[in-house]
């Protein structure tokens, strides 16, 4: 079956080939986002030393960062934060991040009855120099 692939304006630029998402029938895949700044492409909350190597980051400002992009790509794919049924999370530092994380969740899904199922993965290594990155999918009515 034929899917439609959906290229969100308001996010920042995909790291590769693909589209931020693709919806087949009523499913929406979202392809894996973090938390880069649509404009300028800055990742939020990093901080470099003077040779440009990263010391620092902000687990509090990249998750909300990631939120705001995720939410984006579902408005540019006609669909609703209530529309998530499924969320992978990947953080890079599982021990120093999930419970900020946690909680920064809690507010964006405060009902548990309702919240998207979630499975949070603690990893390496991200493709660029982020702490987290979100993988969704979710269910849209036509």
Known sequence: RMSDSIHAASAPRAVGHYPHA???????????????DPASNGIP????????????YDIDVQTRAVFANGRAVL?????????????????????????TYNAIWAEYF??????????????VALPTPIAIELKCIAVVKE
């Open 22 to 36: 693709r919806r087949v029938g009523d499913l929406l895949f979202l392809s894996g986002i973090g938390p880069r």
């Open 45 to 56: 909350g990093n901080v470099h030393d003077a040779e440009g190597r990263l010391i620092a």
């Open 75 to 99: 408005d540019a794919s006609c669909a609703r934060w209530g529309d998530l049924v499924d969320v992978t999370v990947y953080l890079t530092d599982m021990a120093r991040d999930f419970k």
């Open 110 to 123: 405060p009902d548990a009855a309702t919240a998207p199922c979630r499975t949070t993965l603690g990893i």
